[in-house]
């Protein structure tokens, strides 16, 4: 399994040099600062390319950009449109100059408004270390209370609206802003960061596309791209719904595995492929992740190794982020499926044997707690959670490892 890291580029408070002495293989970016449905320029890859060979000091980093993560989708191809068609042109593009630097792994998502989403991005644990947090209680409360969603209340129960109430009713106006800045004001890695108005308005703009509409619509951007990327090396894989349910009644469409199986089966080629992000479907109990492995490991191209701990039994509930070994995922069986993975890939001679994962997200430890990184991303964090699962790699991949 190849060991990436993700970097937001030279913003970002961790540098070339310490991804070499995280001893990561190689480094999962995005240029963050084109706007979506622009191109990414062959002169803007490259120029991202060179700030990743080299350390700060001049010195060759021996790392290079070998996941794009993400190139986003915009809202109007997800919706078909404005324009959408051009857009699409310029995706293909876009691609065109990745895979001519040499980039061949592309991650997307097609969440429809809001990327990843989280109530508490500092929820304190009894240790002391701090993580990301989705309550579901704080987020009708939000939905109903601050944006306040026409027809919100058909999608919640009396019992959570009552909770939601009494919660909203208990915050003051600072927790109220700091709830409402979590949720809308995007978190790293979201093409986009929005006011309650723009919400609003994105929301209105999608009342109309249904869940079929919408996978309609991936289909279609798919039957578009993925032959080209074929073409052109380049493994596409898209992200699943963080967290996997709907949210603020927009239709979430790549939530489990009948979803990956939908989508793959569309566009029957290996160029559309999976982002196993553990993390992100683990928080349905629903999802068994090592059996997804085994069932979509074929075409999964890139993996999020994350774990969460589940705080309800329902298919939409809270959870927070756990230790990349604790909470409620089999890590290790997980782990265990991407290496049986591996095996079959290379005993057919692919030469994609070697999936490139991340550690996908960190709790805030030690000096994390005072380096205010980007929500999710600390360097302690992920360090520990790359060192936990590197020992499952090792200790599972050793000759005398008995057959589990
Ligand atoms: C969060 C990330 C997401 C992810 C995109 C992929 O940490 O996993 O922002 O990058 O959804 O398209």
Known sequence: MRQTWRWFGPKDQVSVGDMRQAGVD???SALHHVPTGDIWTSAEIIQRQAEIARAKDGSVSGLAWEVAESLPVSEDIKKQQGDWRAHITNYKQSLRNLAAAGVKIVCYN????LDWTRTDLTYRLPGGATCMRFDLVDFV???LNILKRAGADEDYSEGLQEKAARRFDAMDDLARQSLARNIVYGLPGAAESFSLEDVRHHLAEYAALSEEGLRKNLIAFLEQVAPLA??????????PDDPPFPLLGLPRIMSTEAHYHAILSAVDLPSNGVTLCSGSLGARPDNDLPGMMQRLGDRVHFLHLR???RQSHNIRGSFY???HLGGDIDMVALVGAAL???ARRRAAGRADSSIPFRPDHGQDILDDLHRKAQPGYPVIGRLKGLAELRGVMTALSHPARMPL
């Open 307 to 309: 774990n969460v701990r």
């Open 230 to 239: 074929q073409g052109l090396g380049i493994r596409l894989c898209c992200h």
């Open 26 to 28: 190689g480094v999962v």
């Open 340 to 342: 049986d993975e591996e």
């Open 141 to 143: 409360a939000f939905d």
């Open 110 to 113: 097609f969440m429809p408004v």
């Open 321 to 323: 982020e756990a230790e």
